[in-house]
């Protein structure tokens, strides 16, 4: 996905195809390569494909812009005010699906639909809360390995990531104050208040959003659909991308 990374003063984002605006939301411990088979798949369907890189590890301080679901959410919506993109398909996952959460109860009228995946908004179980063995690379491997159904999904390459993310303070202390967060933002009371047609795509075996989580949603959101995916865990777009193209294409044809 680096191969089409534009850089710009203000955004770095991944932009891929023509057409109807949908826009990627990465989770707490995202890159650009967990969408690669999705923008891949609708870059040729008729979508121009957004992934903005969300500020999760930039700046020097702990500030609210950077380390809250809401300023996360504020930095999302400047992105889609600067690039002039109006009725957006917004996908997310874990983090990313709690942004696209409160997006929806501040610019509803602004999305065309909404997927959620492993969204963290209600519960999550994840690696972001607390690091008291982080300098342990087989204790990170092995939280890693948690959040997939096949723990070869979890490369070293993707386990080298995460463990130089959490062995940096600074990037460190960020991820706690988001996870933090998250835990404190939970949206069940406003979820009802929620009308944007949505896509809930569930690994079967999601060890950190279980499965009650998505049958939550499914009940609190009342224009939502529910899918689940077996073999799977809190990334279907990555464990099983083609599963997962397949049943948000035909969502999206339904609406």
Known sequence: MREYLIEEKEFSYVKKGEGEPMVLLHGLFGTLSNWTHVVEH???KGYCVYIPLLPIYEGK????VHTSVEGLTDFVTHFLEAKQLKKVHMVGNSLG???ALVYALKHGDNLKSMCLTGSSGLFEAGLGSTFPRRQDRKYVKERVEYTFYDPRTATKALVDEVFAIINNRLKALRIIHIARNAQRTNLRDQLPNISTPTCLIWGLNDNI???YVAHEFH???PNAKLY???ECGHAPMME???RFNEVLENFLKQL
């Open 42 to 44: 609708f870059s040729k």
């Open 61 to 64: 301080t702990l500030d609210k």
């Open 240 to 242: 099983q991308p083609q």
């Open 228 to 230: 689940f995916i077996d």
């Open 209 to 211: 959003t279980p499965p």
């Open 219 to 221: 009940k609190l959101l």
């Open 97 to 99: 699906g709690h942004i």
